[in-house]
């Protein structure tokens, strides 16, 4: 990229010509002289200096546009070479939730990097719908979804699965009424949630709880509330917050019941009880997500077949053959 298009698109970025500088290793005079002798040229500005921060002009963000558009094709060209030398080189940046990152891709991304070690690997964290933003806006290669409305923007390629479970603290005494129903965490691990038979609740049963609940917004939260609505019940919300894991290690220390997806499910050693939900919302299927408008360079393509080689479909499916306890 040419070196005004640096600086215009740096101080975009941070919003400030003295921040820009020291990003760009430059002085702010020197800076400020650059954009002057570039305004000058193009006879008009392309920052609006009287706002606090700094904004663009209507000229500066046709400039932009065209900044994003040269960032592309580099990023493209990059990509291509990379392919041409047979993936000894290049990255993939990656984006999705905390659950993905810290509980479904650790063993995919070990397995890859050991593949393909000279593939720089970049994973950032995020909400849902900032990663499919960022995904359309060019900045990253791969995100995942499980929300029909934004995979059917994107190429999707099925990913994983997991299943919602409502998960009480194990000292409750709400359990004595519901001992048929009640799985432990060793239930959970053998596949017996997903056995066909497996008796689920109502929902409406445990209305009385407190509840852990992700804020609006999460995917999870929606399907909670589509949950408490279908039963006819109102959650009583004792805590919202950001993070399942977070949820799930409060539940397990007692504070309240919330509800978990069963790859969160580690460990036979758990504080919990869980139950089965009869909705078709508590089955998610996650897909990874590229941009179609974009090149997809080999090594993305590689990536989603080793993502694809985890046959984490056949192992739901194996975990459906399991039997739920009768007990």
Known sequence: MQQDMRYVYEIYRQKSFSKAAQALFITQPA?????GKLEASLGMPLFDRSTRPISLTAAGRVYLRAIEQTRALEQDLRHQLDDIRELKSGEITIGSSHFINAYIL???????????????????????HAMAHMLEQGELDLTFSCDAAVVQDFTSTPAF???????????????????????TAADILAGRHLAPHCPSIDLADFADEPFILLRSGNNLHDRAMHFFRASGSEPRVKME?????????????GFAATFLSD????????????YRLPHPESQRTFHALTNPKRYRSEAVH??????????????RKKYASSSCRED
Do not use: V, W
Request: aromatic content about 6%.
């Open 241 to 253: 917050l950001s993070q399942m894991a977070t949820a799930y290690r409060l539940a397990e220390a």
């Open 106 to 128: 650790p063993d995919l991304l070990t397995q890859f990097n050991r593949q393909f070690p000279k593939i720089r690997l970049n994973l950032l964290e995020g909400s849902s």
């Open 31 to 35: 800076l400020s002289i650059a954009i």
């Open 263 to 274: 790859r969160l499910i580690t460990s036979a050693e758990s504080r919990l009880r869980f």
């Open 161 to 183: 699965s997991d299943t919602i479970l409502l998960a009480i603290p194990e000292g409750e005494p709400i359990h004595a009424q519901h001992e048929r129903e009640s799985l």
């Open 302 to 315: 590689q990536f989603l077949c080793s993502l694809q080689s985890q046959s984490r479909f056949s192992k």
